[in-house]
């Protein structure tokens, strides 16, 4: 444990006379590793794991947060760290891309953190300080992997962020849905880890250097770029959840705590888009046109499968967890379109795409991680995490319902708030494609965009099913009368977030301004002045003429209305109201099986939908005393792709098992054989 530490203290020694951001950075990600060391000498002391360290992580992704917006400048920062094999050290680069989503790992792991202090009971999975060791690591190697400088450091980072994360996920390992999730998360894994590590070795090029410097210098034709560019698209897809190499996602966050929920949607997807950024528009020489189709027509599809099996799900984590493959969807939609206009030389626009596409990274580790954490309170307080026995938790949970109702309004994409913002600036982007040379570009474009339009439009029917179901009418069960509110941690880390949906909703110019420094670093070109020529009160995108939207203008008129409407109630019709009871087609036997259920909620989806889903049905006989009708959509990818695999790997691990018999004269057999074999071999 002492040598373990001495080289970490050396540096953080060193760091308190060093001010540049890139120290600092390093300072926090020693700081995280031993909040997570200390959690080992008390790991049944949930006081002081919960109360003590978790919230100083929250203070480390704080100071991570504001040392990432330092140093968004236009000189990168490079440091060297003597550990590593003899020859191969550490290299570290912060440059505007990576401290990007340093801030956006900062920000959101504090609300996190901060709402993970009051989150954790006794006896809910691994011990308390085991967690907080498993926790911290995870935010130190997602650090990391963004400030990593060579594919050597990137790869121990990376496979430290996905057995950490691991073992976060299979905390509550004693039940076997949970472990079956947990291994086919780190297998999915692994296979990324492989693609990415096969396209450093293309880059690389034989030559010895592992740098990403080198790389940057080497020379590499299209044919070897473009397989550079599959592999990272395939290795950083399963990671974030790509189409299809998502089927990790569905399963793994429902077996998760529902803070690492947010913790894995939130902010390690994104260490994936951060990697094929990398890689694509910064270790690679040139970007080619059918990249971008290919990224265009991929991100589409997963949107779509992503928000149409978001709306059939009656597990509220799963819900979200199918929208997270969706937002991805709209990401690498954003990347795809980006890398259009890159490969046709129109830098103005592709910094529109670019900066579209950062900035829904940054909404969605808000957004989706307040609603984790909603879940995670509903789920504490009901002890139900099922859609059907949720309802009316608005009375008994108004600081939960209200500080949901800003999340789910924000991923909606509903004007004012942050999620409106990304998606009004891809699809600004998409207005401008007809101006591409290409005529079938031009008119597959459009296409394109008209079905974004629509994944968009259905993920506000999702958002809508999940508030409504959970929080509105009445309480399906009885024993959701004693549900409680969030603590105070709780609703600290939970206002966190919210606030933070709300500030990038109404300061979209200053954060656009912030993007400059990335979009210059990518395509060379910036957004922010255009965004700004109208001044701080309005975005534009393109220009005044074409569009332009205020989101303080338009909160100013949802409130004056609001306001307007109160008065004239108040003015002319107080005291003038009769009060009765309502007919309703009788209302005084109105219960909670007369609402809306989430099944039936997703039933128009379902049949719109129907031959994408792989549906089960259970319906009832007539004879039966208690009929219940069930049911199931499930994905056809798993069936037609994976089990089939899964299949032939068992089929061929008992041919090769009849080869061991446990006896000691079968093996000297083999090797026997295999003797003469070579032997025969070498003549």
Same mark, same amino acid.
């Given at each position: +444990?002492?040598l ?14 060093s ?28 006081r002081?794991?919960? &109360? ?7 203070? %480390?992704? /704080? ?8 140093? +968004? ?7 060297t ?8 050290p550490?290299?570290?680069?912060? $440059? ?14 504090? %609300?996190?953190?901060?709402y ?16 907080? @060791?498993?926790?911290?690591?995870? /935010?130190?190697? +997602? ?23 691991y ?8 039940l ?6 947990g ?15 096969? =396209? ?6 034989? &030559? ?11 020379? @590499? ?6 397989? *550079?560019?599959l ?8 990671k974030?959840g !790509?189409? #299809? ?9 429902p077996?998760a705590p ?6 894995? =949607?939130?902010?390690?997807?994104? *260490? ?15 970007? /080619? ?12 599809? *997963?949107a ?10 009656? $597990? ?23 890398l259009?206009f ?10 529109i ?6 900035? &829904?990274?940054?909404?969605h580790?808000?957004f ?12 504490? =307080? ?16 108004p ?17 004012p ?8 600036l891809?699809l ?5 494609? #007809? ?20 994944? !968009? ?12 179901? !959970? ?29 933070g ?11 656009? +301004? ?20 109208s ?10 003429? &074409? ?9 100013? %008129? ?8 109160f ?14 009871p ?7 036997q ?17 049949? !719109?939908?129907? #031959? ?17 009708y ?13 089990? #089939? ?7 061929l ?10 006896r ?9 054989? *295999? ?9």
């Amino acid at each position: +444990m002492v040598l373990l530490l001495k080289p970490m203290m050396d540096s953080l020694t060193a760091i308190l006379f060093s001010p540049l951001p890139i120290d600092v950075m390093l300072g926090v990600i020693v700081f995280w590793i031993a909040l997570g060391v200390l959690g080992l000498f008390a790991p049944l002391d949930l006081r002081f794991v919960g &109360h003590v360290l978790f919230p100083l992580g929250a203070v %480390g992704g /704080l100071v991570l947060a504001g040392a990432g917006l330092a140093g +968004m400048g236009e000189r990168p920062e490079t440091a060297t760290l003597a550990l590593g094999l003899p020859g191969l050290p550490f290299h570290l680069r912060l $440059d505007a891309l990576s401290a990007f989503f340093l801030v956006l790992l900062g920000a959101a792991s504090a %609300g996190i953190s901060i709402y993970s202090a009051g989150y954790f009971r006794k006896g809910e999975g691994a011990a308390p300080g085991v967690y907080g @060791l498993q926790y911290h690591f995870f /935010l130190a190697a +997602m650090a990391l992997v963004m400030l990593a400088d060579d594919a050597y450091l990137f790869m121990v980072a990376w496979e430290t962020m996905a057995l950490s994360s691991y073992f976060l996920v299979t905390s509550n390992h004693k039940l076997p849905e949970i472990r079956r999730a947990g291994f086919l998360y780190l297998l999915i894994a692994h296979l990324g880890a492989i693609g990415i590590l096969l =396209s450093f070795g293309v880059m690389q090029g034989g &030559h010895g250097d592992y740098t990403f410097a080198a790389m940057r210098a080497s020379h @590499l034709s299209e044919f070897w770029a473009s397989v *550079t560019f599959l592999l990272a698209l395939f290795g950083f897809g399963a990671k974030a959840g !790509i189409l #299809p190499l998502h089927v990790w996602l569905p399963e793994a966050h429902p077996a998760a705590p529902s803070p690492v929920s947010a913790l894995m =949607s939130g902010v390690m997807l994104k *260490t994936a888009i951060y990697g094929l950024l990398r890689v694509t528009f910064d270790l690679l020489p040139a970007q /080619l046109l059918w990249w971008g189709v290919v990224a265009l027509l991929l991100g589409l599809l *997963t949107a779509l499968f992503g928000v149409m099996f978001a709306a059939v799900q009656t $597990d509220m984590k799963r819900l979200l967890a199918y929208s997270s493959i969706e937002n991805i969807g709209i990401i690498l939609v954003g990347i795809g379109l980006t890398l259009i206009f890159r490969a046709y030389a129109l830098g103005a626009l592709a910094a529109i795409a670019l900066a579209a596409t950062l900035y &829904h990274c940054l909404n969605h580790a808000f957004f989706k991680s307040l609603l984790f954490l909603v879940t995670g309170t509903v789920l504490h =307080s009901t002890r139900e995490r099922s859609l059907g026995k949720l309802g009316g938790l608005i009375r008994s949970m108004p600081w939960v319902a209200w500080l949901a109702l800003i999340g789910t309004l924000a991923i909606a994409g509903l004007p004012p708030l942050n999620g409106f913002v990304s998606e009004w600036l891809l699809l600004q982007a998409f207005l401008a494609t #007809p101006s591409l040379p290409s005529s079938y570009l031009s008119m597959l474009v459009p296409v394109e965009a008209a079905a974004v339009v629509l994944a !968009i439009a259905l993920a506000g029917y999702v958002m809508v099913k999940f508030y409504g179901v !959970i929080f509105l009418g009445q309480p399906r069960e009885e024993k959701l009368a004693t549900a409680h509110d969030a603590n105070w941690l709780e609703r600290l880390g939970l206002g966190w977030l919210a606030l933070g949906c709300v500030v990038l909703g109404l300061a979209p110019v200053f954060v656009l +301004m912030q993007l400059d420094q990335v979009t210059r670093l990518l395509t060379g070109y910036t957004v922010g002045a255009t965004a700004a020529q109208s001044g701080w009160l309005f975005v534009v995108a393109t220009s005044p003429e &074409h569009a332009s939207y205020s989101p303080l203008l338009f909160l100013l %008129g949802i409130l004056t209305l609001l306001l307007l409407t109160f008065v004239l109630v108040r003015k002319f019709y107080h005291g003038r109201m009769r009060r009765g009871p309502a007919w309703d087609c009788g209302y005084p036997q109105q219960t909670a099986r007369m609402q809306d259920t989430a099944e039936g909620f997703g039933q128009p989806i379902k049949q !719109i939908f129907e #031959p994408f889903f792989r549906i089960e049905r259970q319906m009832p006989g007539p004879f039966d005393a208690h009929p219940r009708y069930q049911g199931k959509a499930e994905d056809k990818l798993w069936y037609a792709l994976y089990l #089939p695999i899964a299949r032939l790997v068992e089929r061929l691990s008992l041919m090769i098992s009849t080869l061991q018999h446990g006896r000691i004269h079968i093996y000297l057999l083999y090797s026997f054989v *295999t003797l003469l074999v070579l032997l025969l071999f070498t003549r």
